[in-house]
């Protein structure tokens, strides 16, 4: 589906506020966030430790305002291209890339990623490393054919989409369609990292609510392979009893998967 062929209001652009949606990632002050964090972080490190997914370049699909998705990568691969489909995420990001005035704090975030590394102490270089590392901020539609146009990218080894497909496709077969333009931005044997909620029909930010597109397991094997994909590592967990009765979302679980472009 086209951008063109969106039927309803652009909500995103209108209503999406990248500072409401950042109190999610205040570290130990929100327990939503802070079940998403953990899980997410700890996959990433595992994924991009020395010995794991390495090279030049990494295309991060719907960044929105965040950076803890690069923490671990920007270890391994030389170069990452953030992107995302609304301006003020890009602003947001913008914002922290260039220590600009009132740019979210995500030291908690990065300290604890250093401490997974071993080195809490690090978290200042680990700040400047991603800095360097994240050479472009890109707008994005994974509805279009080329996500990325007008840029002209080389293929990537790497993709990384946190919490974006089930927010930007509006139908099952929006969301193949998504998977199948994102493999045009991989090498052959390049690999997609992605993760997600199981079964969200909406999330909160601040006063707004956003409808997503419920996932399951089964639909994304499925969809995966018909896109070109072969999964790697799947691992899920079940949404945390004591984060149940918050009400800003109703995701039944997290999962995060890695899987290689096939020929």
Not at 123 to 140: I, M
């Amino acid at each position: 589906m086209a951008l063109q062929e969106r039927q309803e209001p652009d909500v995103y652009q209108e209503n999406f506020e990248p500072t409401s949606y950042l109190e999610y990632y205040r570290m130990n002050q929100d327990p939503v966030g802070d079940e998403v964090l953990h899980f997410l972080l700890k996959h990433y490190n595992a994924t991009f430790k020395p010995g794991g997914l390495e090279g030049k370049l990494l295309i991060d699909i719907g960044s929105g305002p965040t950076i803890y998705q690069f923490l671990s990568a920007c270890e391994s691969f030389q170069e990452i291209i953030a992107t995302d489909y609304t301006d003020k995420n890009l602003q947001e990001l913008e914002k922290w890339l260039k220590k600009m005035p009132g740019a979210f704090d995500w030291s908690p975030v990065v300290k604890y990623v250093c401490e997974l590394e071993g080195n809490r102490d690090k978290w200042a270089e680990k700040e400047e490393r991603v800095r360097r590392t994240v050479t472009q901020v890109l707008k994005c539609d994974v509805l279009k054919e080329r996500p990325l146009e007008p840029a002209v990218l080389p293929p990537a080894d790497g993709l990384i989409s946190s919490l974006c497909l089930e927010a930007a496709c509006p139908t099952p077969q929006a969301c193949r369609d998504a998977l199948r333009h994102l493999r045009t931005l991989l090498r052959l044997g390049g690999h997609l990292v992605l993760s997600g909620g199981f079964e969200t029909t909406f999330f909160m930010v601040g006063d707004k609510r956003f409808s997503t597109l419920p996932l399951n397991e089964k639909f994304l094997r499925e969809a995966l392979q018909e896109a070109g994909f072969i999964i790697e590592k799947l691992e899920k967990v079940t949404r945390a009893a004591e984060t149940h009765l918050d009400n800003r979302s109703d995701y039944t679980g997290l999962f995060f998967l890695v899987a290689r472009r096939g020929d």
